[in-house]
């Protein structure tokens, strides 16, 4: 039973550790960093009003899922500033961020204190005006937790395989979320992520995708997720389906039709990313990296809006 436990939890998570060619730098004062984590990131070429943050999955190494993704490629297309925190075994023996941990995903405590003090200097060192936010599976859940204690701090967020937050404060309802889904009705989800924002009026945009075929994070916690997002807004916002070659599309849109909140069920992918390997700089060999026509960082940069930026 133990050995089962330790599979649904840790799932052999994105088991990727290359040394990728990149000019990161190492962000080492920002500031209070109880959660112990440490974080590089990637200055564009030329001055950006745009940072991006990508949290990795379990046994992974930022930088590199950054290279293989294709972030790293968009940062440089786009010209943003690209901010990659980074968990360490010392915290966490598989280097999951600790989603359902308390200590770690309260706000204004632990790790998601440390991610919001190195967004913040980044800030302040950039001069960004604009903040995104993305994650992977477990970066995926924190993700989850920061969008909804920091509202005011993004302007769009993303999170690929991961969970609704608060979904789990320990280890064995983390487990149970995980293998079948959160245990809160969309409803519960939506009145506990409002606790503490209720004059918040503008909720920052977001987009969800998922395998369907997930053994590991339930899709049905992308599902919720969504659902969730797309009722935090006092506007009612009327959701449409299409599909697709190979994935489903839901989308829920303000009255000036503009996408709030977008879902993305992509057939026959498990755990992980998808990446369009007809693109520049994806890794289609790596462990939990999928080939697929919809690639996951594309789609996450194009629903942002940095498409209709001047490249």
């Known amino acids: 039973m133990f050995s089962l436990i330790k599979y649904f939890f840790w799932g052999f998570l994105l088991l990727v550790s290359a040394t990728v060619s ?5 962000l080492t004062h920002f500031g209070e960093n109880p959660g112990e984590l440490s974080a590089s990131y990637l200055a564009p070429s030329n001055s950006s009003d745009a940072l991006v943050v990508f949290l990795h999955g379990c046994v992974q190494n930022a930088e590199t899922l950054a290279q293989q993704s294709g972030f790293v490629a968009l940062a440089k297309q786009y010209n943003f500033t690209l901010l990659l925190p980074q968990q360490s ?38 001069a960004s005006n604009k903040v ?3 994650g992977l599976s477990a970066g995926g859940a924190m993700t989850s937790a920061l969008l909804t204690h920091y509202p005011h701090l993004f302007s769009a967020g993303a999170v690929i395989a991961g969970l609704p937050y608060p979904c789990a404060n320990d280890l064995a309802k983390a487990i149970s979320c995980m293998r079948n889904g ?12 409002k606790h503490g924002n209720e004059k918040v009026t503008r909720w920052p945009r977001l987009i969800v995708i998922t395998g369907n075929n997930d053994k590991v994070v339930n899709p049905k916690n992308s ?29 829920w849109q303000d009255t000036n039709e503009e996408s709030q909140v977008e879902l993305l069920e992509i057939n026959e992918i498990s755990h992980g990313l998808t990446v369009n390997s007809s693109l520049k700089s994806r890794d289609t060999s790596a462990n939990f990296i999928y080939e697929s026509p919809l690639d996951s960082a594309t789609n996450i940069i194009e629903f942002w809006g940095f498409s209709m930026k001047k490249r």
């Open 22 to 26: 990149a000019n990161f730098q190492s």
């Open 89 to 126: 075994q010392k915290n966490n023996v598989k280097s999951c961020f600790n989603w359902f941990s308390e200590q770690d995903f309260a706000k204004d405590h632990g790790e998601v204190l440390s991610i919001k003090n190195m967004i913040k200097a980044l800030i302040k060192q950039t």
């Open 132 to 134: 995104y936010i993305a």
């Open 182 to 193: 959160p245990s809160q009705s969309i409803e519960e989800l939506v009145t506990l992520a």
């Open 223 to 251: 599902q919720k997720l969504a659902w969730q997002w797309s009722r935090l807004s006092d506007e009612a916002l009327p959701v449409s389906k299409k599909l697709h070659q190979g994935y489903q599309q839901t989308l």
